[in-house]
């Protein structure tokens, strides 16, 4: 089975420059989330979506991050314009469903490096 | 709310010895808990999770971690340390709804 697909796995781009990464969650997955990590913390989710509704985006800075899921698949995540404390991995995981307890499974991330 | 406390950032360990990894959870509710570990430059795999089955549970590659709702813990062990083992963990709590609480995660080293 394949798993969760992220690119690009690398970024680098200056302060007020934009970057969108996208991601492809495992077939058959309806629920997706997109993570930031930054560097010596743990994973914190940016937001959840349900097939392509949007569940929870409580934590994602709406000033400058959109994120979207057309068809219910593969999702974009989009930073515009970038700040240097943007610098962090970004993770995409899916899961079957949202339900608690369920496990979520993750990509490999982008690394995203702001100057 | 919830949330997860790692009580060790870094722990070092000599291959073949026992490995032992210290989460402390707080939650409202009945909690499932989860152990991932991140391998460098690689995706979180998970390791092994609880949610209100045994309290004992075993995960992959040799882990298991017990459940302890009187000290709020869930602490991972191996007994023998492999060098692949060298790795970030995160101890994970989820309750009532979906979302993931990761701690601060713990790093591992295998001396050989």
């Known amino acids: 089975e394949a798993g969760v697909a992220q690119s690009p796995r690398y970024k680098i781009i200056e302060k007020r420059q934009s970057v969108a990464f996208w991601c492809n969650p495992i077939s058959g997955h309806a629920t997706l989330y997109w993570y930031q990590q930054i560097l010596g913390q743990g994973p914190k989710l940016l937001i959840q979506f349900q097939n392509n509704g949007v569940v929870d985006d409580s934590q994602l800075p709406k000033d400058r991050f959109s994120a979207e899921r057309l068809k219910g698949v593969d999702s974009t995540l989009k930073i515009q314009p970038a700040k240097l404390e943007d610098s962090a991995v970004y993770l995409c995981a899916s899961s079957l469903s949202g339900r608690v307890g369920g496990t979520q499974y993750f990509g490999p991330g982008t690394r995203l490096l702001v100057l | 709310a919830q949330s997860v406390t790692q009580l060790d950032s870094h722990v070092s360990v000599s291959e073949g010895t026992p490995v032992l990894l210290r989460c402390n959870y707080s939650s409202s509710y009945s909690p499932s808990l989860f152990w991932y570990v991140q391998h460098p430059n690689k995706g979180l795999q998970l390791l092994l999770k609880y949610t209100s089955a045994a309290t004992l549970v075993k995960g992959i590659n040799g882990f298991e971690a017990e459940f302890k709702k009187s000290e709020t813990s869930f602490h991972l062990t191996k007994p023998s340390a492999h060098m692949s083992d060298a790795a970030e963990y995160f101890c994970?709590?989820?309750?009532?709804?979906?979302?993931?609480?990761f701690g601060a995660g713990t790093t591992v080293t295998v001396r050989a």
């Open positions: 994970v709590v989820s309750d009532r709804d979906y979302k993931l609480s």
